[in-house]
């Protein structure tokens, strides 16, 4: 079979073109001037440092969006800008973050004494002021104790892990005995994590002096009987608890934002040039993305995707 030398070279600059463009797809995430990147994390707009010009600051439901790069950590560290809490953020897609857990709910006894040395039965964890929810597809509660009952409020639900002996420890598993587990509803923003004594059996034992409360992205906790021997802090130096918000702008579906949109900060529209625009399905709320044939990001506006033809000349070493 014979091909024509012109169609050889058009295919090879086919090839060009597309490994070139790949290359080039790197895509301004943030503003020029502020905070796209923090550490490894690349921090996209809407989100961004605080100012404005930066972030969002604040959507139509009054929802805040900077977070913050604290340089003093080696890599920097970015935490959600929300009244101090320092929440880490370990990743950041165009859907949800990953951020590390520090709500959990803890009780200790000492072993030998029985007194209680770590009396934190509740933790409060609120994104009210965040356009984030927790992402209930890909996180769990879990309660980890004997005798207790792990409460998740907001909801009044909860559940029970039992074990009168040692040998009723099931390892590996949140099935009720050591540690158990619930899934969770739908759009939640706030919850109330709480220990409870399910019997009015005395919950500590030699085998079991810590019970604990928390969120957990679904596969990344394993509990062990000897995390029931903990000294209140389920979390290791090497170890990471992560949860999995999802985020969304403002409690508007795509259409109220577009009806309602005017000139001021909290009412605009986010979805900018030739982008469409989405009900977030978990969320109340709405996210955009670039237009068939655009990219770049849609919260900024999105640009044609440019088609570079080499010059002429560019094929002569072939
Ligand atoms: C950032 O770096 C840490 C540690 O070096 C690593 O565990 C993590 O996966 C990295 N995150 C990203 C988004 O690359
Ligand atoms: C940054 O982290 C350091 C070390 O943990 C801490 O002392 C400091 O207060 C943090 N900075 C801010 C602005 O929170
Ligand atoms: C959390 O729940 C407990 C138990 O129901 C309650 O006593 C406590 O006040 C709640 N805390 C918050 C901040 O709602
Ligand atoms: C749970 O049990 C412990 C030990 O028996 C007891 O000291 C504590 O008061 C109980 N708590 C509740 C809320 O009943
Ligand atoms: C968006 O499109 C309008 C009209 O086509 C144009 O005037 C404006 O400069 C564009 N904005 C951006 C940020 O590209």
Do not use: H
């Not at 909290?266 to 670039?290: E, F, L």
């Not at 044939?293 to 570079?308: A, R, T």
């Amino acid at each position: 079979m014979f091909i024509p030398l012109v169609l050889l070279l058009f295919f090879l600059q086919i090839v060009i073109f597309l490994s070139s463009s790949a290359e080039s797809a790197t895509i301004e995430q943030g503003k020029p001037g502020c905070l796209t990147k923090c550490g490894n994390i690349t921090i996209p707009y809407p989100f961004g440092d605080y100012g404005e010009y930066c972030s969002m600051i604040e959507d139509d439901a009054g929802k805040l969006y900077y977070v913050y790069c604290n340089t003093s950590f080696e890599p920097p560290k970015v935490f959600l800008g929300m009244n101090g809490d320092k929440i880490e953020v370990l990743s950041i897609s165009d859907t949800e973050f990953r951020v590390k857990n520090t709500a959990i709910a803890a009780k200790c006894y000492d072993g030998r004494t029985g007194k209680l040395v770590v009396d934190n039965p509740f933790y409060n964890l609120d994104l009210g002021t965040t356009p984030f929810t927790i992402s209930y597809t890909k996180n769990m509660y879990a309660g980890v104790g004997c005798n207790i009952r792990a409460g998740f409020y907001a909801t009044s639900r909860g559940c029970v892990s039992k074990c009168a002996n040692k040998a009723d420890i099931v390892e590996g598993s949140c099935s009720g005995s050591g540690c158990c587990q619930i899934n969770i509803q739908k759009g939640l923003n706030k919850i109330n994590e709480s220990i409870e004594n399910a019997t009015s059996e005395f919950p500590i034992q030699s085998f079991s002096q810590c019970n604990f409360a928390f969120l957990v992205e679904t596969g990344q906790y394993t509990f062990q009987g000897s995390d029931l021997q903990l000294d209140g802090r389920l979390t290791k130096p090497d170890m990471d608890l992560p949860v999995v918000l999802d985020w969304a702008i403002g409690g508007r579906s795509c259409k109220e934002a577009q009806t309602i949109s005017s000139d001021f900060a909290s009412d605009k529209y986010a979805c900018k040039n030739n982008t469409v625009c989405i009900n977030a399905p978990d969320n109340p709320g709405y996210r955009c993305t670039c237009g068939k044939g655009y990219e770049g990001n849609p919260y900024l506006g999105c640009q044609g995707m440019q088609i570079v033809y080499l010059p002429e000349n560019s094929l002569d070493a072939f």
